[in-house]
Nanobody, 127 residues
Framework: QVQLVESGGGLVQAGESLRLSCVHS????????MGWFRQAPGKEREFVAV????????YYADSVKGRFTISRDNAKNTLYLQMNSLKPADTAVYSC????????????????????WGKGTLVTVSS
């Protein structure tokens, strides 16, 4: 079984940065495609970014492109989301997800019901 635990959320002001982490336990981390999703209060969950099993390819939502960076350290079983120039519109619960399937291209991962999910970490950006 796969467990995903996010951390790093908090309250920041607009323009500041945060780095989220998602630690994985269970099956081999390196074999999983992974991604970040978010859900703002009263809204549906939306895609943020995804990354291939080896970190070789990434894909971002237009709303975060150029501000957020997804990365992974397979030796540490950890997925990251570096968030810069945060905006109030980025306020949401951020969750990481993992899946053992191969997505080609990686952008298609956002269209599937993914296998494993963390419980999320809250990011609040004040204006």
């Amino acid at each position: 079984q796969v467990q995903l635990v996010e951390s790093g959320g908090g309250l920041v002001q607009a323009g500041e940065s945060l780095r989220l982490s998602c630690v994985h336990s269970g099956r081999t981390f390196g074999g999983l495609a992974m991604g970040w999703f978010r859900q703002a209060p009263g809204k549906e969950r939306e895609f943020v970014a995804v990354i291939t099993w080896n970190g070789g390819d990434t894909y971002y939502a237009d709303s975060v492109k150029g501000r957020f960076t997804i990365s992974r350290d397979n030796a540490k079983n950890t997925l990251y989301l570096q968030m810069n120039s945060l905006k109030p519109a980025d306020t949401a619960v951020y969750s990481c997800a993992a899946d053992s399937r191969h997505f080609e291209p990686i952008s298609t991962m956002r269209n599937y019901d993914l296998e494993y999910w963390g419980k999320g970490t809250l990011v609040t950006v004040s204006s």
